[in-house]
């Protein structure tokens, strides 16, 4: 078997029939990272046990037991996310040394089902970013073009995945953070609706607007993982108590019939030629394929990127708080700890461990909500943001699922917009509104451009309806432009 690019489906099938162990599988990918990481800087650490739990998995199949769906698949995992005994520092200096004593929720369930953990992904620090270049472990390299940004804040995630240094990744999207990446890499990234996961254990950034998600190479692997991760779970209120279904079953290609919608506001020029085609001819696969396409209006997305930036700013601020240096975390040093002023304490400590977006982040946020500003900021985002919703909802009435760019251009040069935070932000204009309307959304690879960038497309479900947009994507999967072709690394 060509683990090189076999499909997570293949890999657990293969395992659990015995045609390859899954220790054989974990020490091929393990290989493959260690070789390529100093060249692409996408895991932060590698999991010591990770043969170890391979042979496990091996051991429990030799014995016949039931193994679970995702038997012995090597899975990278970003560094927000909880993972016992592992470091999960979310990017950040805050959390350098930082070993979880617990796994998060869907860390949880990946183990139950029977994954290997190779390691932690780089990413942005706390996941505010799109390029990953504002992470405390360096930038990560674009697997496909190493001068250029793998996206973010998912860097990590969607570089190892590309590069295939793992066989699936997990990742966070609050405002893009697996879309966008997976765009620029060449990879499947799907945020599900808001609630169908678990956010238990997962470094909260804003937390009415992070969810966790896969970032693999098949829209079927997607489907299989997502089904893992998702469900009610009681250590996190918001998830929702519906029945999981069974996308990875009951996926279809077929989208005859099928209403595709246009956003009118995101058709009027201004994108990247290579973004333009992607979309242009996604558009006309789907109608060649039975599909019909109809304009839909969400006239206040045009305000999306200003209100995430805002909620997200003000939620970041509050949950950022917990980060003092006094149980956990990084504390600055003190020649005679005892009579510091504890503000004093905070400031050095806080001054120290946090980079300079996630300051910028805490500052915007903090102003955000305080009196006599919060009316005019935090309050009247809120009502936006309620806008974009409805308008949404509205749309959906009109179409069954929404076809967008995902961003504005394909990965550009590391450095190019570092300077530049209101352009960065704006790379996140197709992807916020998702978020805030609490939508799932997701990317699939589709087109490449003239440097031979691959170009994701974004699809839009309604909420809870991840079905139809898994199909639609299944449908472009098989028309992708990015089929059979690799990243050379
Ligand atoms: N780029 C966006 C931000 O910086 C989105 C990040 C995310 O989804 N975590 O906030």
Redesign the pocket.
């Known amino acids: 078997m060509d683990l090189s690019q076999a499909s997570i489906v293949e890999i657990t099938e293969a395992v659990k029939t015995k045609k390859v162990s899954a220790k054989e599988v974990t020490t091929h990918f393990m290989k493959r990272a260690e070789t390529l990481n100093p060249k692409l800087n996408a895991y932060t650490s590698f999991n010591p046990n990770a043969a170890k739990d391979a042979e496990a998995i091996d051991a429990r199949i030799s014995k016949g037991e039931d193994v679970g769906v995702l038997a012995g698949v090597p899975f990278g995992i970003k560094e927000m996310f909880c993972t016992k005994g592992l470091v999960t520092n979310a990017g950040s200096k805050m959390l350098q040394n930082f070993v979880s004593p617990y796994d998060a929720t869907v860390i949880e369930r990946l183990k139950k089902a029977g994954i290997v953990i190779t390691g932690k992904l780089n990413q942005?620090e706390f996941?505010?970013?799109?390029s990953n270049e504002t992470s405390f472990y360096g930038n990560v390299k674009n697997p496909w073009n190493l001068e250029c940004v793998p996206g973010?804040?998912?860097g990590g995630s969607a570089a190892a995945q590309a590069a295939r240094m793992c066989a699936g990744t997990l990742g966070?999207?609050?405002?893009?953070?697996?879309r966008?990446p997976a765009s620029f890499c060449g990879i499947v990234g799907v945020k599900p609706t808001y609630g169908r996961v678990s956010r238990y254990g997962i470094v909260a950034?804003?937390s009415s607007?992070?969810q966790a998600g896969p970032m693999v190479s098949t829209v079927k692997d997607a489907a299989l993982t997502m089904e893992v991760i998702s469900g009610h779970d009681e250590r996190d209120a918001t998830t929702s108590q519906r029945k999981v279904p069974q996308w990875s079953k009951d996926l279809s290609a077929n989208v005859k019939g099928l209403k595709i919608g246009l956003i009118k506001e995101y058709m009027q020029g201004g994108l990247h030629a290579d973004v333009q085609k992607t979309v242009d001819q996604a558009v006309s696969t789907l109608k060649s394929m039975g599909a019909e396409i109809v304009e839909v209006s969400v006239p206040m997305s045009e305000f999306a990127v200003p209100v995430?930036?805002l909620v997200?700013a003000s939620e970041a601020s509050s949950n950022l708080a917990r980060y003092d240096g006094v149980k956990y975390g990084y504390r600055a040093e003190f020649k005679n700890l005892s009579s510091v002023d504890l503000a004093d304490f905070y400031g050095k400590t806080r001054g120290e461990g946090f980079g300079k977006?996630v300051k910028r982040?805490i500052m915007l946020g903090t102003y955000c909500l305080s009196s006599g500003y919060y009316d005019a900021y935090y309050n009247k985002a809120g009502q936006v943001r309620r806008m974009i919703m409805n308008q949404y909802k509205e749309a959906f009435t009109k179409c069954d699922v929404i076809l967008s760019p995902v961003t504005t251009s394909p990965a550009f040069k590391i450095g190019e917009r570092v300077a530049d935070p209101l352009t960065?932000?704006l790379?996140?204009i197709f992807?916020?509104s998702t978020?805030l309307a609490g939508l799932p959304g997701m990317s699939v690879p589709f087109g490449m451009s003239e440097d031979g960038l691959p170009v994701g497309v974004q699809l839009t479900g309604a909420h809870f309806d991840e079905q139809r947009m898994l199909n639609v994507a299944y449908a472009l999967e098989g028309a992708s432009m990015v089929k059979g072709k690799t990243p050379n690394v």
Do not use: V
């Open positions: 942005d996941a505010m970013g799109s973010g804040s998912s966070t999207d609050t405002g893009g953070s697996i966008q950034y804003a607007l992070d995430y930036y997200a977006e982040r960065m932000y790379n996140d992807t916020t978020n």
